[in-house]
């Protein structure tokens, strides 16, 4: 008989055996369940501007981004700031079988039908320009009377002694651009923040405590016309110490206006969005600010939100709710103590708050 006393113990290997095959076990039901869910249905959509702006490059750049993320192949179309022209765009992409179409309208109202024929054939989702009264599910973009309010209040700041102020803007037939104006006038003549804004016509008289509004410049999207336009309407109101500018262009064709007029360093002029001449304008002083839109996610969100809807129609889900909502982006402030950053991050930044024109709550 052999004395096994001092002798080491066999291991047991029982819980190790168990633990493999666990994990065995774990990986096949890992394995099998992925290799039986489908596959994500790639879809195709598109989006479409209304003019050919530089200001829709991170809107595109968001949309192809948003493209890659979400399983979509996106097509860009940049209309002419043309009725017809964009019309025969869209419809030239339900020819193709787009499933989705985001676009910015040129005329929100003289395309109602347009685009409830296209929302019978594929999802809809404006940016920038809303058509709250059409068929579309979703509007992505800001809070266009809002901003409005934000440009009145860089003018307070820039003139505070107040005066008289001309806007630019390239329509009124939008109504971002409708809004937006309504926004400077309330604003900068006592009316506050309304929530149930109407709109003054054109020739209305807008007369505050300190400011006034002598005329507005509608440009329909030409840079040279609104140049031309707002050069002429300084002659024709000398009085006047300000201009809000409320497109892309607007600030630069503004600063251009001003040196027609003879009148440099004596207009305070307040933008939109951050173009080259913009930024060199407020870099130089000659533009005070410039209220910006997170143009990059406007883009992202409305190709995101499309896919979102094509799917959910297959699925017969709720990813994108019934009716008619919006997804409103940021806003902020461009000055000249943060267009350093702006451009070194190549974003934008500093959101901001209420207007200071809102009310107290």
Same mark, same amino acid.
């Given at each position: 008989m052999s004395d096994r006393t001092g002798a080491s113990a066999r291991p047991n290997r029982m819980p190790f055996i168990a633990a493999v095959a666990i994990i065995v076990a774990l990986g096949?039901?890992?394995?099998?369940?992925?290799?039986?869910?489908?596959?994500?249905?790639?879809?195709?959509?598109?989006?479409?501007?209304?003019?050919?702006?530089?200001?829709?490059d991170p809107v595109v750049q968001g949309a192809l981004d948003a493209g890659k993320e979400f399983d979509a192949d996106v097509e860009i179309v940049k209309a002419k700031p043309e009725l017809e022209d964009q019309n025969q765009r869209i419809r030239e992409l339900i020819g193709k079988g787009v499933e989705g179409i985001g676009v910015s309208l040129n005329d929100p109202t003289a395309q109602e039908g347009l685009l409830k024929e296209v929302a019978a054939?594929?999802?809809?989702v404006t940016m920038d320009v809303d058509a709250p009264n059409s068929a579309r599910r979703v509007f992505v973009g800001i809070d266009n009377y809002s901003a409005g309010h934000f440009a009145a209040d860089?003018?307070?700041?820039?003139?505070?002694?107040g005066g008289a102020i001309?806007?630019?803007?390239?329509?009124?037939?939008?109504?971002?651009?409708?809004?937006?104006?309504?926004?400077?006038i309330d604003g900068l003549i006592d009316r506050h923040y309304l929530m149930e804004h109407s709109f003054?016509?054109?020739?209305?008289?807008?007369?505050?405590?300190n400011y006034s509004v002598a005329t507005t410049i509608i440009?329909?999207?030409?840079?040279?016309?609104?140049?031309?336009?707002?050069?002429?309407?300084?002659?024709?109101?000398?009085?006047?110490?300000?201009?809000?500018?409320?497109?892309?262009?607007?600030?630069?064709?503004?600063?251009?206006?001003?040196?027609?007029?003879?009148?440099?360093?004596q207009i305070k002029v307040v933008g939109f969005?951050? @173009?080259? +001449?913009?930024? %060199? /304008?407020?870099?130089?002083?000659?533009?005070s600010a410039s209220i $910006?839109?997170?143009?990059?996610?406007?883009?992202?969100?409305?190709?995101?939100?499309?896919?979102?809807?094509?799917?959910?129609?297959?699925?017969? @889900?709720? +990813?994108?709710? %019934? /009716?008619?909502?919006?997804?409103?982006?940021?806003?902020?402030? $461009?000055?000249?103590?943060?267009l350093q950053q702006l451009r070194d991050s190549k974003s934008v930044h500093t959101p901001v708050g209420k207007p200071t024109t809102q009310p107290l709550s």
């Open positions: 096949a039901v890992i394995y099998f369940g992925m290799a039986s869910q489908p596959s994500v249905k790639r879809v195709k959509l598109a989006l479409v501007t209304w003019n050919q702006d530089p200001f829709w054939k594929c999802a809809v860089e003018m307070r700041e820039a003139l505070p002694e001309i806007i630019t803007v390239g329509s009124i037939d939008m109504l971002h651009g409708r809004e937006r104006r309504q926004g400077v003054d016509p054109l020739d209305a008289t807008l007369k505050g405590s440009d329909h999207g030409d840079t040279a016309k609104s140049t031309q336009l707002l050069a002429e309407a300084l002659k024709t109101h000398p009085e006047v110490k300000g201009v809000v500018a409320l497109f892309s262009y607007s600030a630069g064709a503004a600063l251009d206006a001003i040196k027609q007029a003879g009148k440099q360093g969005d951050e @173009s080259e +001449a913009t930024q %060199a /304008g407020i870099e130089d002083g000659s533009i $910006l839109q997170d143009t990059y996610r406007m883009g992202n969100e409305t190709i995101r939100l499309l896919a979102d809807e094509v799917r959910s129609s297959d699925k017969k @889900s709720q +990813a994108v709710p %019934a /009716g008619p909502r919006k997804v409103i982006v940021e806003i902020n402030i $461009l000055k000249k103590d943060n």
